[in-house]
């Protein structure tokens, strides 16, 4: 059972946003500039939740494990970078539910925050082309901080921020990097089942509650609070 809380930490990518579409069109341009093969929207969907670096580097190799020339990356990295500054939010949506949660959570006056590993420099331009970024009082991005998920530091460093104790705060997510974020962190985790988790059920992570749509949020939140006052 979840424990009622005060915060609510939300990750990016797989999360609020599908931004795949944005990503798989960066690295099939990246591809073709380096004259090597495409790979298509479904095998970069297999790729993404570590950051850009490492989907350009499974990019090179066409693998999610392993490494790519040394050489071959520092030439296409940059590549994918200017790319990527021009293409954060050409194509990327919130998913469906998103602005329901978001809704829910303010009315109720939740301790907002998002954190994600995706650089600054790409997080806070998609947020706002999104018109979600006010949402948050804090976002913490993968650069923020000299650590980032699955390191628990992001979390308690915003929990701090809000003075909130990690008992009583919920990371949601989607892949297993959030659930080992937040178990490190001493968070509750709830996790989306339609996230980036290379292709395996998130489910298997085992995070304390598993949802379709943030939409579904209110439910879940109230029924705990039902629960914890009975």
């Not at 962190?185 to 598993?210: E, K, L």
């Amino acid at each position: 059972m979840l424990v009622t809380p005060e915060m609510v930490l939300i990750d990016v990518d797989g999360t609020l946003v599908d931004s795949v579409p944005d990503l798989a069109f960066c690295v099939d341009e990246m591809m073709k500039q380096l004259d090597m093969p495409v790979h298509g929207e479904a095998k970069v969907r297999e790729w993404v939740g570590n950051g850009v670096e490492r989907l350009t580097r499974r990019a090179l190799i066409g693998e999610l494990d392993g490494e790519p020339d040394e050489a071959l990356f520092e030439k296409a990295y940059p590549i994918f970078m200017d790319l990527y500054a021009e293409n954060t939010s050409q194509r990327s949506v919130l998913y469906p539910g998103v602005v329901e949660g978001l809704d829910y959570l303010q009315s109720a006056d939740y301790k907002l925050g998002c954190v994600t590993n995706k650089a600054a420099q790409f997080t806070l331009p998609l947020l706002k082309d999104l018109g979600i970024f006010d949402r948050f009082e804090i976002v913490v991005s993968g650069d923020t901080l000299e650590k980032k998920k699955p390191d628990p530091m992001p979390l308690l460093h915003v929990a701090e921020y809000f003075g909130v104790d990690p008992a009583n705060a919920i990371m949601l997510g989607d892949s297993v990097s959030d659930v080992k974020a937040a178990r490190a962190a001493g968070f509750q985790i709830v996790c989306m089942s339609y996230g980036y988790n290379h292709g395996v059920d998130i489910r298997d992570a085992h995070p304390d509650a598993v949802i379709d749509s943030m939409a579904e949020l209110q439910a879940l939140l109230e029924t705990s609070q039902s629960q914890g006052a009975a």
